[in-house]
């Protein structure tokens, strides 16, 4: 019989695009005590919803993506990557739907959680001690290195400028289409800077078309990193450290600039926290630490604008990434951090 007389309907299983076509069409959650609060709305797009858990799962799809079509990635190749683990997991993902492997190097300070993930994923990974950037043991410079000496093609998720443009293509245009233009400001966290950058550029392009102003841009920045003090008065020197995992950053990426960033908070850990406590118990949102960085600038911003705005953030990755830490009181109080009721 002919089969292609009677094709199968649209989205059966017959051309499946595989795992990848999971990444991102995330729903836009909105927040309700925060809205409440501040008579705005503030709405999270639920990056822990991705098959990896986190929003680098679009990143990882786009450096992936990039390589292929440069003809840099074949199969059986590997890809090596530094990261703080969520890019590695999502490679490491990506890497399995498509017949790579996966090297991660990652600082040994990262959660359990995240270790643990990765391993069981099947990564090849090389925890390494954490030092800074200027260091020529940092991560990042041990997997550029590695990819060097064996012929791997090398990541360089700070760099490469397909980061971004995964989240202009993707994460921004979603959340112009979910909010149907109405967003008056997006507050996000920087590591490599691909999300807030990405989105923005996204978000200017959907403003552009319709020839609308587009949102304001505001960094949430935790303690311990340099780019509050660079988007603020350019000054990059660092103060203060945070139990925040994959954001904060001491240099002006590649992935960063160029970028109009219109404004920066900088949140202390313990008014993240809060807020990830408080939506937990309240509102059923398990998130991590760099969404309660995102979330505490949205109201910040909407305090600032007044109400009846719209701002959104980004919940980038889910709480039970950090159970060992965010939500373990021995952690909690070794670093001088209260603990909430209910864990005590
Ligand atoms: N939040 C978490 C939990 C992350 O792992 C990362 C990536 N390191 C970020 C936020 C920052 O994302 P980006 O690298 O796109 O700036």
Same mark, same amino acid.
């Given at each position: 019989?002919?089969?292609?007389?009677?094709?199968?309907?649209?989205?059966?299983?017959?051309?499946?695009?595989?795992?990848?076509?999971?990444?991102?069409?995330?729903?836009?959650?909105?927040?309700?005590?925060?809205?409440?609060?501040?008579?705005?709305?503030?709405?999270?797009?639920?990056?822990?919803?991705?098959?990896?858990?986190?929003?680098?799962?679009? %990143? =990882?799809? @786009?450096?992936?993506?990039?390589?292929? /079509?440069?003809? *840099?990635?074949? +199969?059986? $190749?590997?890809?090596?990557? !530094?990261?703080?683990?969520?890019?590695?997991?999502?490679?490491?993902?990506?890497?399995?739907?498509?017949?790579?492997?996966?090297?991660?190097?990652?600082?040994?300070?990262?959660?359990?959680?995240?270790?643990?993930?990765?391993?069981?994923?099947?990564?090849?990974?090389?925890?390494?001690?954490?030092?800074?950037?200027?260091?020529?043991?940092?991560?990042?410079?041990?997997?550029?290195?590695?990819?060097?000496?064996?012929?791997?093609?090398?990541?360089?998720?700070?760099?490469?400028?397909?980061?971004?443009?995964?989240?202009?293509?993707?994460?921004?245009?979603?959340?112009?289409?979910?909010?149907?233009?109405?967003?008056?400001?997006?507050?996000?966290?920087?590591?490599?800077?691909?999300?807030?950058?990405?989105?923005?550029?996204?978000?200017?392009? %959907? =403003?552009? @078309?319709?020839?609308?102003?587009?949102? /304001?841009?505001? *960094?949430?920045? +935790?303690? $311990?990193?340099?780019?509050? !003090?660079?988007?603020?008065?350019?000054?990059?020197?660092?103060?203060?450290?945070?139990?925040?995992?994959?954001?904060?950053?001491?240099?002006?990426?590649?992935?960063?600039?160029?970028?109009?960033?219109?404004?920066?908070?900088?949140?202390?850990?313990?008014?993240?926290?809060?807020?990830?406590?408080?939506?937990?118990?309240?509102?059923?949102?398990?998130?991590?630490?760099?969404?309660?960085?995102?979330?505490?600038?949205?109201?910040?911003?909407?305090?600032?604008?007044?109400?009846?705005?719209?701002?959104?953030?980004?919940?980038?990755?889910?709480?039970?990434?950090?159970?060992?830490?965010?939500?373990?009181?021995?952690?909690?109080?070794?670093?001088?951090?209260?603990?909430?009721?209910?864990?005590?």
């Amino acid at each position: 019989m002919d089969q292609s007389a009677n094709p199968a309907p649209i989205g059966w299983a017959t051309s499946s695009p595989g795992m990848t076509a999971a990444i991102g069409h995330t729903p836009l959650i909105r927040l309700r005590r925060a809205s409440d609060l501040t008579g705005c709305e503030i709405l999270g797009k639920a990056e822990f919803m991705n098959p990896g858990g986190s929003v680098k799962d679009r %990143a =990882a799809l @786009a450096i992936i993506d990039d390589a292929e /079509r440069r003809g *840099l990635l074949k +199969p059986g $190749g590997t890809v090596v990557e !530094g990261t703080a683990g969520n890019t590695g997991i999502g490679l490491t993902l990506v890497a399995n739907a498509r017949g790579y492997r996966s090297v991660i190097v990652m600082p040994e300070t990262q959660s359990q959680e995240k270790i643990d993930f990765l391993r069981m994923i099947g990564a090849d990974l090389r925890l390494v001690p954490a030092k800074p950037f200027r260091d020529p043991g940092n991560y990042v410079h041990v997997s550029r290195r590695l990819a060097e000496e064996t012929g791997a093609v090398w990541a360089n998720q700070f760099d490469n400028l397909a980061n971004r443009e995964g989240h202009r293509a993707t994460t921004g245009p979603e959340i112009w289409a979910q909010t149907a233009g109405r967003i008056d400001a997006f507050t996000c966290s920087c590591g490599t800077g691909g999300t807030l950058a990405g989105t923005a550029l996204g978000l200017e392009d %959907a =403003a552009r @078309a319709e020839g609308r102003a587009r949102p /304001r841009i505001v *960094l949430a920045d +935790p303690e $311990g990193s340099a780019l509050y !003090g660079w988007v603020k008065s350019g000054d990059m020197s660092i103060s203060g450290s945070s139990i925040t995992e994959g954001i904060g950053q001491s240099r002006v990426t590649g992935n960063l600039e160029g970028i109009a960033i219109d404004d920066a908070e900088r949140i202390p850990d313990p008014e993240a926290l809060d807020l990830i406590y408080d939506l937990l118990l309240h509102e059923g949102l398990s998130i991590g630490g760099s969404s309660g960085i995102n979330v505490a600038a949205a109201i910040r911003v909407a305090r600032q604008m007044g109400p009846g705005h719209t701002i959104v953030t980004i919940l980038s990755d889910g709480g039970s990434r950090y159970q060992s830490k965010l939500f373990n009181p021995s952690f909690l109080r070794e670093k001088n951090l209260p603990v909430p009721a209910w864990l005590a």
